[in-house]
Every structure is written in C-alpha cells, then in structure tokens.
C-alpha cells in the first residue's frame, strides 16, 4: 500500500515508521524540515519526503493522488498552552483538505480516551479533531488511547524523574486520578492492525492496558521495578497552577506541556469500549511489563523488538547493530575519543580486554573493584574470560555481559553485571575515520546513584583516559 504519514518526527510516528515499511508498505513522510527527520540512512531510502506545514495554506500539487491510506498522528499540545486547540483544528483542516483530493481511502487518527462529560481542553481539542476529519471521500478510523508507556515517551519520563529524583513525593491530587495506561508497543500493533480492515472502517475504539491504576499507583510500581523505596503523599493544597511549576522544575517537560498535562491528568482516561481487542486479536501487556520493557538493558526500539529474529535477513537491509543504542536521557557519560594508525592492531586490543589481559591502564583498581563487587555480593572478577582472543554477545566477561560485538562493524558493547546504584555500559568503537571512540555510560538509580557517580568521577577521569590511550598505543 501506499501510505501518506503525518507526525513522523513525533514519538509515536518515529515508532511507526519502520514497522509500516518492514510491512511492504510505501511510506510517503510530511515533514515540516527534512532536517528534523532524525532515522537511520537505511531507512531514508525507502521513503518519500515532502516538506509541508499544515498550519500554512497546503498546496495539493506538492502531494501524490495515488495514496492508499494516511496516520494522521500531529498533535499541538506542547506548542502553545493558550491556542493549541486552535493551531490543532487548523493542521487538521488543512490535512484533511489535501488528502481529500488525492485517491486515498481510509484515515487512521490517534486520538485521546474521552469518556468524561467535562472534558480538558486537550481532550476537547482531540475531540474536534475527530470531527474535523470526517469526510464522505474516505473512511476515517479513530483510536483513542491514555497514557502511553514506553522509553523517551512523556508519561514515561515524566514519571521516572519524579520517582527516581525524588525519595519523598508530596503531590497534588490529580495523582489519584485514575488511567488506564498502554504500551508503546500495543499502540503500534493497533495502528498498524487497522489498517485496511473492514471491520474498522469509520469507527472509533479505546486502546488501553488490562488495568485501571491511579498516577500514584503508576508511580509505585515503577519505584517497585527499580527496586527503589517511595513514600507519596497527596495535598489539596497545591494548585494546577503550581502543579505545572512543579511538573516543570522536577521533570524534563516544558512549562507549556506541563501546564497542558495538568489540566488532562485531573480527567479519568478509562477505556468504556474494548472490542477492538477481539477485532485484532490483541491481548495488552500489562503495566508493570511496559515499564520493564523501556527498562531493557539495552535501548531497543520497537523495530528491534518486534523484528528480532528476522532483522538480519530483512528487507530493509539493516543490521542488529543498527538498533542497539545505549540509552542517553538522564544518564552520566563519560566520552573519550583517539585517533589511531594501525585499526587491526587496536581491534585485536578490544576484541582482548579483561580477563588476564586487563583493561590497560590502573588494573589494580579494577582488582579492587572487583572484589568490593564480591563482598557485596557480585560476581566480582572471577568470571573472566570464556576465550582469550574471541567475543561473541551474551558472553560474560569478568562482570560485564557482552550486549554486541562484530568485528566487521568495529563495535564492542558490555552492559555491567556488577553491584550498582543504576546501570551502567562500556562501549569501544572506530569510525570510518579511523576515530576510536569510547563510551562509559552510567544510569543512576535514585539519589544513591547520583552520589555513586559524583564520588567515583575524579577516578574515571584518569581510568578512562589512561585506558583508550594504551589500547590505541599499545
């Protein structure tokens, strides 16, 4: 099918993209810059591009006729807290209006659970939406979905910096307000599995997880997954007015998108319509594995976790490596990088680190660590090496687990198995410019992790930097 895809640089768009081309879909992007299109090469390929504002007066010449089917997934929320509605109805006007003259046939819509009689101005705004995209000349099909859970989505970030910042949580009452919160990846799986389906044509479903919890509830259960003791407590006292400072000054968000979240998250989001469940024979995860899943030990993104055992051979011609990232939000990092002369040589010294080898520099600190690890509990360093010149992912290596290795890619990534206050990766890897880069990224769990790496710092300075200078010269 030929597909036209609004809102590709957004969470969701960016989710959907690879999974509608793994689909033998054509995916026509609508992009306000080509530069802010941030996917992989391999991907760009395999898509057209069309630079477009629907918040400008649209030229219908610039679009294709011969569209199948169109994700209408912009939203406005966080550009304007005074006329995000307005802004909203005008992107939605002027999309419709360019879609109706092409040849497309069904419209699919993301919108938001709206069961309320009194309803926020984000939701009423959405609600229009919907309104303003019925046409007679196509079939326009709506899901309304809650909160949506995954790694780098709002609700998720937002309420792993209240939880992890925060030992004691005094809150206003909105965190009682009850949601039904679904995956990121069951999102997709909807989006993806109405396409096309006869049974879904001019029709709105609820999309949402198997529970109904409170924010108060959510926020328990993530401090639960990451093993981190919580006290919450709620206040009439504080205002939304101050709730939007609040959100703003603990959480990444901006004031704007804090200002509007507050005034939705005071509206019970609960699904009252789950057919589409049995329509598409989707059974949601639930909470508690949502969290878990955007807690991977390494970032993977729901191309890798839906194609993992195909990606190798697949259509796209990409690779795993293409799809393994270390995380970034809210982590320490620490980044070194070398030129080198003889790129053999220094891959033969990563493809040997650890075990009796070392790690280039300070090896006795690293015995030391080593057994501060043991007496804790940890592997500590007696695990060593499975071989001494051969790495292969998911070997152990002392007490880090190797995630990824190929030589033919230049890369090494290990994940720490170690005792820790958060988790941690080292990466070795050489561009094509013969650069030798090397990574130590540490994500902190709660306030103790924080201090972890705020007291270890002074040694990873000179530890970091003494090891990629002896293994480039060695």
Known sequence: MRILLTGVTGYVGKRLLPVLIENGHEIICC????????????????????????????????????IDAAYYLIHSMSTSSEKFDLLESKSASNFKEIVESSNVKQVIYLSGISNENILSKHLKSRRKVEDLLKSEKYDLTVLRAGIIVGSGSASFEIIRD????????????????????????????????????????????????????????????????????????????????????????????????????????????????????????IQPITYEQAIKNAFLKIKQNLVLSSWKDSIISSSLGLSLSDFIEVPNFGCYINKKQLVIKDEEKVMNNIWTIGGDKGYYYANWLWKIRGFFDKMVGGV??????TSPKEIHPGDALDFWRVLYASREKKRLLLFAEMKLPGEAWLEFKIDDNKVLHQTATFRPRGVWGRLYWIVTSPFHFFIFDGMIRNMANE
Request: proline share 6%; aromatic share 8%; charged share 25%.
């Open 380 to 385: 500590g360093l007696r695990r060593g090496r």
């Open 162 to 281: 209240l939880v992890e910042k925060l030992p004691v949580i005094v809150a206003p009452k909105w965190i009682l307000t009850k949601a039904q919160p679904i995956s990121i990846r069951d999102v997709i799986s909807f989006l993806t599995g109405v396409l096309s389906h006869p049974k879904c044509l001019n029709e709105v479903f609820d999309i949402g997880g198997p529970e109904i919890l409170t924010y108060r509830e959510m926020m328990l259960q993530f401090a639960h997954i990451r093993k981190l003791n919580r006290k919450i407590y709620t206040t009439p006292l504080i205002s939304p007015k101050i709730s939007s400072y609040w959100l703003f000054f603990i959480t990444s968000v901006s004031f704007k998108l804090a200002t509007s979240l507050v005034d939705s998250m005071k509206m019970e989001v609960i699904c009252t319509d789950n057919r589409l469940e049995k329509i598409l024979h």
């Open 31 to 66: 992009v306000r810059e080509k530069s802010r299109l941030s996917i992989h090469k391999n991907l760009l390929e395999k898509v057209q591009i069309i630079e477009v504002d629907f918040l400008q007066t649209p030229e219908p010449d610039k679009f294709p006729k011969d």
